[in-house]
């Protein structure tokens, strides 16, 4: 049993997190994984759980919140008539089996390669978020075979590896081919689902090698559970925030945490 002296900070990092997550969830939309992942890499660092597999910790925890935020976000959607079932039936097979691939490369790469990666992706969607147009498109509608599962697979792929579900990619993925933003909102949060159901099964058989106090597999219960608890409750809280307030300057301001985090992140990697 760890020390309640270790246990203490760990919990007040874990509530401080899950609250800031649903907070800037609600208020911006963009998925929790995003602000998890770093938020846990550095919170287990600076509480001193280190190891070589700190990063699969970190990216396997957030899966596990997006599996339980994702259903609730979907069904919510799914009662507003949102979500488009055919994007979700046909993309879903893709999404699942390169989510699955994208694990499995989890799990048997560094820590620092997952860093290299997430760190490389965060900061093109903050550069997305910034300087992104709505007028911007690819095409006039959602794309038929090969280009579905090329797309639909690099999205699985990368979202496993990275430990978020399909706002990140999704949403800015369904824009660009026409499709409304409050539809591609919705229908992404189903992504969320199909991506992280089976990441969450792959990161449950890795065993890690020093984790923090009660890891299943690569997932942290105490950060899975006090995290999804938090979010519920504090998620209501940013969408209020973003109909009494204009989210732009918002949203441009995380854009730019966003790429700041990355390139530290990507700092880290490099040993500066």
């Not at 596990?64 to 935020?69: G, L, Q």
């Amino acid at each position: 049993m760890p020390e309640l002296s270790l246990l203490l900070p760990m919990l007040a990092a874990l509530l401080l997190i899950g609250a800031v997550a649903g907070v800037v969830g609600g208020l911006l939309g963009v998925g929790g994984g995003i602000v998890l992942v770093p938020a846990f890499f550095y919170a287990f660092g600076a509480l001193g759980y280190g190891g070589g597999q700190l990063m699969q910790v970190c990216v396997a925890t957030s899966m596990a919140t997006i599996v339980v935020t994702s259903l609730r976000s979907v069904s919510s959607h799914n009662r507003k008539g949102a979500v488009d079932w055919t994007v979700l039936r046909t993309w879903g097979p893709m999404l699942a089996g390169a989510a699955a691939i994208g694990t499995f490369t989890a799990t048997r790469v560094s820590s620092t390669t997952l860093q290299a990666v997430f760190g490389v992706l965060a900061g093109l969607a903050g550069l997305w978020m910034a300087f992104g147009r709505d007028s911007w498109r690819l095409g006039d509608r959602m794309p038929d075979q090969p280009v579905r599962s090329l797309l639909a697979g690099a999205v699985g792929f990368f979202s496993a590896m990275m430990g978020i579900g399909g706002g990140t990619f999704g949403v800015p993925l369904m824009t660009l081919y026409a499709m409304p933003i409050h539809r591609a909102v919705a229908t992404a949060s189903g992504f969320g689902v199909v991506i992280a159901v089976p990441a969450v099964l792959g990161f449950l058989l890795l065993p890690v090698a020093e984790p923090p106090p009660w890891t299943l597999g690569a997932i942290n219960l105490p950060a899975f559970l006090v995290v999804i608890g938090t979010t519920l409750m504090t998620t209501p809280l940013g969408v209020r925030l973003a109909h009494a307030m204009n989210p732009k300057p918002l949203k441009r301001a995380f854009a730019l945490f966003l790429t700041l985090v990355a390139l530290n992140m990507l700092r880290k990697v490099l040993g500066w």
